[in-house]
T-cell receptor, first 114, second 114 residues
Framework: DAGVIQSPRHEVTEMGQEVTLRCKPISGHNSLFWYRQTMMRGLELLIYFNNNVPIDDSGMPEDRFSAKMPNASFSTLKIQPSEPRDSAVYFC????????????FGQGTRLTVV | AQSVTQPDIHITVSEGASLELRCNYSYGATPYLFWYVQSPGQGLQLLLKYFSGDTLVQGIKGFEAEFKRSQSSFNLRKPSVHWSDAAEYFCAVGGPEYGNKLVFGAGTILRVKS
């Protein structure tokens, strides 16, 4: 298996633009997590899905952030409009089952908003 | 609040010396406990995990960790550190008592001097 695939690996955008981050979980995994990593705040859980349904989005910072999982093999995290403080590395992770197994992480998307 | 504490932000050890990274979690009778490692520019890789049973668990790369319920701790150890172990290490806790979310500590950066 290719593992969790995230795209793009790097994104540089101007403030105010829309940004869409993509994630393809491992086949057969039915839980998916989006994390944001910054020096100041470490790893923060933004949202997680189980069987394509959002279970907990309490970590989503504000309405500018939205996430979808239209099917078991694809998820997006969208920021609209983007701001410089959104600059971070965004990770996607997937797990087989609701929980209890190993979380497999993608390589991350490094987002820079200028 | 749900939290994981890694009290050491940075640790420096000599190559060949032993290592112990500390981790404490805030609550839970049956937490699921994990240690992940992150190399620069990479995603997180699972070193080891504890769900139940033997409180001393073995992981990859010669790492082990011991769950001590009385101390709410899950410290990571390695008898002899190699230069390639230099990375950032994250402790995480999850499971039903944590809403099936995976909560990470702030991380410990390990430097290895030759």
């Amino acid at each position: 298996d290719a593992g969790v695939i995230q795209s793009p690996r790097h994104e540089v955008t101007e403030m105010g633009q829309e940004v869409t981050l993509r994630c393809k979980p491992i086949s057969g995994h039915n839980s998916l997590f989006w994390y944001r990593q910054t020096m100041m705040r470490g790893l923060e859980l933004l949202i997680y899905f189980n069987n394509n349904v959002p279970i907990d989005d309490s970590g989503m910072p504000e309405d500018r952030f939205s996430a979808k999982m239209p099917n078991a093999s694809f998820s997006t995290l969208k920021i609209q409009p983007s701001e410089p403080r959104d600059s971070a590395v965004y990770f996607c992770a997937s797990i087989r089952g609701a929980f209890g197994g190993e979380a497999f992480f993608g390589q991350g998307t490094r987002l820079t908003v200028v | 609040a749900q939290s994981v504490t890694q009290p050491d932000i940075h640790i420096t050890v000599s190559e060949g010396a032993s290592l112990e990274l500390r981790c404490n979690y805030s609550y839970g009778a049956t937490p699921y406990l994990f240690w992940y490692v992150q190399s620069p520019g990479q995603g997180l890789q699972l070193l080891l995990k504890y769900f139940s049973g033997d409180t001393l668990v073995q992981g990859i790369k010669g790492f082990e960790a011991e769950f001590k319920r009385s101390q709410s701790s899950f410290n990571l150890r390695k008898p002899s550190v190699h230069w390639s172990d230099a990375a950032e290490y994250f402790c995480a806790v999850g499971g039903p008592e944590y809403g099936n979310k995976l909560v990470f500590g702030a991380g410990t950066i390990l430097r290895v001097k030759s």
